[in-house]
C-alpha cells in the first residue's frame, strides 16, 4: 500500500509539473520597440515626471534591465544591428525570418526597420524594410508636422496655426517641431499600429504569431493632442544640471553635431522646456497605445503563452551637456530601456551589461528554437531566471565617430582620431569628469585595464576602430 501511494504521489506530482510547463509554453512573442525613446524618461527607470503607467505595469511584470545598451547610435543601424545579431550590418538570417521558419506567423506594423520620420511616415512608403522578415507587413500613416493644430518651430521660435511654411521631410529645423490640435489621436500613426496589432492578434490567436508593433514616438515631430500637452506645462520642466565648462574636456569628435552652441535653440531656454513638455507628451501617448494592446492581449487569454519584449533603438538628448538629438556615444543615447516579460519566469531588476544583439538569441530560446550561428548576441535566459547572472563583460556602440566600451561601473570611448573619454558611472553618472586627464596611478591603471578589455572585444568579433 505504502508503494502504491509513493506511486500515485509521484504520477501526480509528474503530471503537475508537466501541466505546469504546458502552461507557460510560450507560443507567441509581442515585440514593442519605441523610437529615440531615452530610459531616463520612464517612471519605472526612476523618473517622477513623465506619466508611462502602462510601460510601468508591463515592467512589473518583467526583468528590467538596467543597463540595457543600443549598438547603433541612430536608427538605421540600431534597428540593423538588433534584427539580425550583429554589431554592424546585415545576414541572410533577421528575427522575423527566424520565426517564420519556426512556423510562426510573423507580421510588423509601423517602424521595425529604418523609416524615415517623418517621410516614410507621411508617404506610407516601407523605409529600408526587409521582406524576408515577415508574412504580412502594415504601415500607419500619419500627417505629421502637417497636421492642423499649434505648431511651433521651437528653435526658429515660431508659433503658428498656419499649414504653410512647416519643417518637415529633410528641412532643416524638423527636429524642434511640436503639434499640439484638438482631437482623440486616433489619426495618429502609433494609434494606428495599435489599432492594427490588436486586430492582427484577434484573426491569429489560434497559431504562433511574432508580432512586431514599431512605433514612431517620441521621435521627431512631436505631434499628440492638447491633452498630453496640459499635464507638462513647460513653465513646470526643469533642464538638465550643467556645470561650468562642461565642455571642455570631451573630445572635438565626442560633441554632439547639435548644441545649444550651434544651434538657434540654445537662445531659447523657454523653448528648451518646451522641447521637454512635448518629449513626455509623445511619450505619454505612445505608453497608452502600449497599453491598448497589452489590454487586449489579456483580453484574449493570451497573457500566459506570450513573450513580451518592450525597448528602443536609442535614447535622446534633450540639453544635457548642452547636446541635442542623438548619433553619439554618452549615456543619455546609448542607454536603453528594456524589460522582457515570459510566463513561467519571475519579474525583477538586473544590473548586468546586456546589449540589443542579445534579443534574437534571448528569443530563440525562450521558443525553443536553435540559436542560429555566426551572431554576436548572448542569450539573456540565465538573467531572466535568476537577476543575479552576467552573461557579458560589457557593451559596444558605435557611430562614425568611435566606438563606446561600457561594462557595470565605467565608461570608456575612444575616438578615431585617438581621443579618449573614461568616466567613473558610480561616482559621476552624468559624465561630466573625463578621467582620462585624471592622472593619479589607480585610475590610469583602471584605464589601461579596460583598454586591453576593449581591444581584445573588438578582436574576438573582428571589429576595427575605423581611423
Known sequence: IMKLIIFLFFISFISSEILSANQTKIKNVLFLISDDL???????????????????????QSMIFERAYCQGTSCNPSRTSLMHSLYKGSSEMNLGKLFRQNSYYSARVGKIYHMRVPGDIIDGTDGLDIP?????????????AHTPGDYACLNLNIFTKELEGRQSTRMPHRMFVTVSYDGDGSDQPDHKTATKIVELMREHKDE?????????RPHYPMVQPKQYFDQYPHNEIKLPDHIPNDLKDIPKLGLARTRSAT?????????????????????????????????ELDNLGLRESTAIVFTSDHGYHLGEHTFWQKSNLHEEV???????????????RSRSVVELVDLMPTLSE??????????HGKSLVPILKDSSKTVKDGALSFDNNGISYRIPDWSYIKYKDGKEEFYNMIKD???????????????????????????????????????
Open 132 to 144: 524576408s522578415t515577415w508574412t504580412e507587413k502594415f504601415n500607419s500613416r500619419g500627417l505629421e
Open 429 to 467: 553618472p552624468n559624465q561630466f569628469n573625463n578621467l582620462v586627464y585624471l592622472k593619479d596611478p589607480l585610475t590610469m591603471n583602471k584605464l589601461s585595464e579596460i583598454r586591453i578589455l576593449f581591444e581584445k572585444r573588438l578582436k574576438k568579433f573582428g571589429l576595427k576602430l575605423r581611423k
Open 334 to 348: 546609448i542607454r536603453v530601456p528594456l524589460m522582457i516579460s515570459v510566463p513561467g519566469m519571475k519579474p525583477g
Open 263 to 295: 544651434n538657434k535653440i540654445g537662445e531659447f531656454p523657454e523653448n528648451q522646456k518646451r522641447m521637454w513638455s512635448a518629449y513626455y507628451a509623445s511619450t505619454q501617448f505612445m505608453d497608452e497605445q502600449v497599453g491598448r494592446i497589452l489590454d
Open 38 to 60: 531615452k530610459a531616463s524618461v520612464l517612471g519605472c527607470y526612476g523618473n517622477k515626471v513623465c506619466k508611462t503607467t502602462n510601460i510601468d505595469k508591463l515592467a512589473s
Open 366 to 375: 525562450i521558443c525553443g528554437f536553435d540559436i542560429p550561428k555566426k551572431i
Open 208 to 216: 504562433p504569431f511574432f508580432l512586431a508593433a514599431g512605433f514612431v
